[in-house]
């Protein structure tokens, strides 16, 4: 069974910084890309960050270029994402998932998906 685990949220003040993680099992994930998506309360889920599994590809969204990074560790099958210089407007449910294109991914069509994790950025 394929499974997406994160973990890492919590409660940040602005300006601070958090890890996430997300644990993926059940399947060999060489060739997927692996993304965040956040949605925050009445919006729309939205794209964060995306990675390659080699690690050499990164793409971002606007809102988060220069403050947050993706990366990967392959021996621990595990995705990061670490948040720095958090502002209040980045308080979401942060979801982890993973397609083989790209593209796609960054589209929202994940073929995989997990529970989220809750971050929550204090002004």
């Known amino acids: 069974q394929v499974q997406l685990v994160e973990s890492g949220g919590g409660l940040v003040q602005t300006g601070g910084s958090l890890r996430l993680a997300c644990a993926a099992s059940g399947r060999d994930f060489t060739y997927y890309w692996m993304g965040w998506f956040r949605q925050a309360p009445g919006d729309d889920r939205e794209f964060v960050a995306a990675?390659?599994?080699?690690?050499?590809?990164?793409y971002y969204a606007e809102s988060v270029k220069g403050r947050f990074t993706i990366s990967i560790d392959n021996a621990k099958n595990t995705v990061y994402l670490q948040m720095n210089s958090s502002k209040p407007e980045d308080t979401a449910e942060y979801y982890c998932t993973a397609n083989l294109n790209g593209e796609r991914l960054r589209w929202g069509y994940g073929d995989y998906w997990g529970k989220g994790t809750l971050v929550t950025v204090s002004s």
């Open positions: 990675i390659n599994w080699s690690g050499d590809r990164t």
